[in-house]
């Protein structure tokens, strides 16, 4: 599990390590220009041209240092300097004077024209920044944009917000992203994402204390966090000992969510998956998956107390039946209960609050009905809102988009895992079956909710991989979910 910080946290780290620990400034930015021309050197060739362009501020010191380091190793390195010197920062006046005294070309902008640069750092603007970029910044980055020359951005790209990930005006559309200690949330989240290009997460020496001084609600998995994360499995065991997941979903005729839920249970190691839909969908569903129990819904009563989890919603419709199916369940679940699909339509006419026991697994347009607010909003401030919804409702919330935000009103997990093959329908359904398959097993809500999203879109990565994005169906995820478990906890016992 790795932290994600807003720019306003990175600083405070920053402040931190250089008030209270004591480190001097210019040591931290050294550090952090040794670190991004090592990495240079190592990925460039000798007789590359390199261009820093830097800001008055201490992004700008970085990219003057950069230079200054490339240049003494015998690399074709100058700077230019965008902003009134009267702005610009002890430390990186400081980083001016040296590279000047090492004889670092330093080039005017009105000469930039006159020269050609393979490589360009862009250290321009760091995470602090907090309005649109206009006038000859505006001019600049639109100029390195078209260079044609690759772009390494020092911590992140000028003109995105380390907060949200928004774009300020204009952006540095960058080929590789060099991050400075900790890895930034706008640089995960989209439309961010896009400009970073590769994000290269470098460790400059922060002290353990100034990082662990400052608190934040945001992380992401990486692959090693399957094995840690996935409930063990007992040597001894039988199908008891992996849980009851009971599907509650499906309407006349309409069987395939029910399916996708009720197998992607079992893919996640669910003992028994059984299904409560109408009697018409029994042998289609039994046909497609035996391994299934099947009752209908007048059995309900009777499947929740059977259950150790629960899935309600999928493919349900929106009829008065399903709105005394799924009011049954909100009201009467005992257990660790996903909403999907319909049950999310369904839920917000039947409480205004549920509990932590229930996750929510909304795309944008089923936020909107929760909300009451634009999907454009929404899609514009998902971390955020997806956040507060959940501390109004009292729940765990999936908020699904090409970034998948689960929280519980207090941490926020981003999912970085995942492509556009997932835009097709049902691999909703398949999300829904798999976390109540880790609910089964007696996960947590919330940790059930995140690693389901995280091994969710690893699932779409390897088939998407073996048939592209465009071929990418629902049934799909099914045998990319075991190829993702067994590369997961190939070196762990489960």
Known sequence: MRYLYTGQAAKKIDEHAVGVVGMPSLILMERAALTAAKLLMERESADARFL???????NGGDGVAVARILHEMGFKAAITIVGYPDSMTEETKKQVEIAVGSHVPVISMSALGDHEFDVMIDALFGVGLSRDITDVYEQIISDMNKSGACIYSLDIPSGIDARTGHVMGIAVNADVTITFGVNK?????????????????????????SIRSVDTPFFYYEPSDIANRLPRRKKRSNKGDYGHVLVVAGSENMCGAAYFAAAASYRMGAGLVKVVSPSVNRD?????????????????PEAV???????????????????QIAGYVIENSPVPTVIDG??????????????????????????????????????????SIAMETA???????????????????ETCYINVSGNNGLSTGGTGDVLSGMIAGLLGQGMEP??????????????????????????LMASDLLTGIPEVLAEGTKNGVH
């Open 284 to 300: 289609i569903l039994l046909g497609r998956l035996p391994e299934i129990l099947f009752c209908e819904e007048d059995e309900l």
């Open 185 to 209: 949330l706008g640089l995960i989240l989209f439309p961010g994402c896009e400009y970073a290009g590769e994000v290269i997460v470098a460790d400059i020496g922060f002290p353990g204390e």
């Open 305 to 323: 107390d059977w259950a150790d989890s629960i899935v309600m919603g999928p493919g349900l419709g929106l009829s008065e039946s399903a709105e």
């Open 391 to 409: 501390r109004e409702l009292d729940c765990i919330l999936a908020a699904k988009d090409a970034r998948t935000a689960v929280t519980d009103g």
């Open 446 to 471: 919330l940790e059930a909710a995140c690693l389901g999203v995280y091994i969710h879109g690893l699932a779409a990565e390897v088939m998407s991989e073996r048939l592209s994005t465009y071929s």
């Open 52 to 58: 820093a362009v830097c800001g008055t501020g201490n």
């Open 342 to 383: 319909d049950g999310i339509r369904l839920c917000k006419g039947i409480t205004s609050k549920l509990s932590e026991n229930f996750i929510l697994t909304p795309h944008l347009k089923e936020m909107s009905y929760i909300t009451g607010q634009s999907v454009s909003e929404i899609a514009d401030q998902q971390v």
